[in-house]
């Protein structure tokens, strides 16, 4: 492969979210191409037959034909991402030689770790990932079977407990399966602060604080000694 090989790529999923997921995290790395982003195997057939396609990013658990039917069919040569809320599939796919498995929702970082995989399947060498920066202003999580876009700044704070996360917004709550390290490597550090091991917080939405608390509509959230020296430190700036 050379440096400014294209790689063509195809999107499919039955989601609509899901697809657009995944078409934003793509438009950050370079020799990307999105030839077309489908809602269903039969159309992404139509694709491969008629256009060179180097990669399909796809969702396995699809109605009539399921992802990993399309992936035994088509040519060996198109790599496949496996995309999926089940981890149940992941034996399955990488015995179909699948490039990655990533489980939803997908996080850019973690996409990119995909792409990386693939680039050096083909050996390049190359840096095939832009540098980002902070335009990004929402990310998605998964909640009641369903992909929900959560604008930073309707974020008020974060609350975890264990394996489930609260996204208390501005005019409701999110309930999400997602560990809370997870979403904090999500969020831009300029807007948000860990303070706790089940809390982070908007710096936004800070009323008041003291040594031991921050105080957020009323609510009193504990800084723990974990944090704490950290936290002061950084508020005491403002």
């Known amino acids: 492969m050379t440096k400014n090989h294209i790689i063509s790529c195809l999107i499919v999923d039955d989601e609509a979210i899901a697809r657009e997921i995944i078409a ?8 990307i191409h999105i030839v077309a982003s489908c809602s269903n195997a039969i159309e992404a057939f139509n694709h491969i037959s008629n256009q060179n396609i180097d990669l399909v ?30 981890r149940d599939y992941a034996v399955e796919g990488f015995e179909l030689k699948a490039v990655d498995y990533l489980l939803k929702p997908i996080s850019f970082e973690r996409l990119q770790k995909a792409i990386h995989t693939y680039f050096e399947i083909h050996g390049e060498k190359e840096q095939p990932i832009k540098t980002l920066n902070d335009s990004s202003d929402f990310i998605f ?17 974060i609350e975890s407990y264990s394996d489930y996360l609260k996204i208390h917004l501005k005019n409701t709550t999110v309930i999400t399966r997602e560990t809370i390290t997870a979403i904090e490597a999500k969020l831009p550090k300029s807007l948000f602060i860990r303070i706790h091991r089940s809390y982070i917080i908007a710096i936004s939405a800070i009323t008041s604080f003291t040594n031991e608390h921050i105080i957020i509509q009323n609510n009193a959230i504990s800084i723990s000694r974990t944090y704490k020296k950290e936290v002061l430190s950084f508020l005491e700036k403002f």
């Open 141 to 157: 999580v998964r909640s009641d079977r369903k992909m929900i876009k959560i604008d930073f700044k309707d974020i008020i704070y």
């Open 24 to 31: 934003t995290h793509l438009s950050k790395i370079d020799n």
């Open 57 to 86: 990013f796809l969702d396995i658990n699809m109605p009539q034909i399921s992802g990993i039917s399309f992936a035994k069919s088509i040519n060996s040569d198109i790599k496949v991402i496996f995309t999926t809320a089940y």
